[in-house]
T-cell receptor
């Protein structure tokens, strides 16, 4: 079984501040991890993914995430927040133990950016 | 390139009516997923197709829900009869092969309201 926990349903930062969105996973086999972003009234868009290559993954819009097996974490960061980063962010896990890429999503974190 | 296309974008219907949601995956993708998003339950996988064949329908809530994929470029999700608790945003997603490392590309969703 696999699961994802996103700590903090709401995160608020000032423009220019560090963004840190937390994600912890549980998986009985080596996981593949994804971060998606959802803007209002839109579908989900991939930010980045970890598929067992480099543990530090860089994505679009200046975001990056680091896979830490010892901490079972895959936190999303961005050095400097922009107003356009305001959205809901979802962490998801997919494991090679399943017969296909079944994604299990976290509950989401809403990011608010203040001017 | 066109992304995943869903129609309608919004649907308002009365309890007991039949509802049909439509999806056109990205050309060349052979895996298709239907998800439901609600505030209470988050993002849930309803059904997964590979090469037009339903592989995992364990997430389909009950017999009122059915999904088909008659060809590689079209899928439907039908609810009959609809109930107020079916109100949600329904997303269709596609991926190249359905592998655990594949990116899933999401459509814009259909917002369903059952009165």
């Amino acid at each position: 079984a696999q699961s994802v926990t996103q700590l903090g349903s709401h995160v608020s930062v000032s423009e220019g501040a560090l963004v840190l969105l937390r994600c912890n996973y549980s998986s009985s086999v080596p996981p593949y991890l994804f971060w998606y972003v959802q803007y209002p009234n839109q579908g989900l868009q991939l930010l980045l993914k970890y598929t067992s290559a480099a543990t530090l993954v860089k994505g679009i819009n200046g975001f990056e995430a680091e896979f830490k097996k010892s901490e079972t974490s895959f936190h999303l960061t961005k050095p400097s927040a922009h107003m356009s980063d305001a959205a809901e962010y979802f962490c998801a896990v997919s494991s090679g133990g399943t017969s296909y890429g079944k994604l299990t999503f976290g509950q989401g974190t809403i990011l608010t950016v203040h001017p | 390139d066109a992304g995943v296309i869903q129609s309608p974008r919004h649907e308002v219907t009365e309890m007991g009516q039949e509802v049909t949601l439509r999806c056109k995956p990205i050309s060349g993708h052979n895996s298709l997923f239907w998800y439901r998003q609600t505030m209470m339950r988050g993002l849930e996988l309803l059904i997964y197709f590979n090469n037009n064949v339903p592989i995992d329908d364990s997430g389909m809530p009950e017999d009122r829900f059915s999904a088909k994929m008659p060809n590689a470029s079209f899928s439907t999700l039908k609810i009959q009869p609809s109930e107020p608790r079916d109100s949600a945003v329904y997303f269709c997603a596609s991926s190249r092969q359905g592998l655990s490392t594949d990116t899933q590309y999401f459509g814009p969703g259909t917002r369903l309201t059952v009165l």
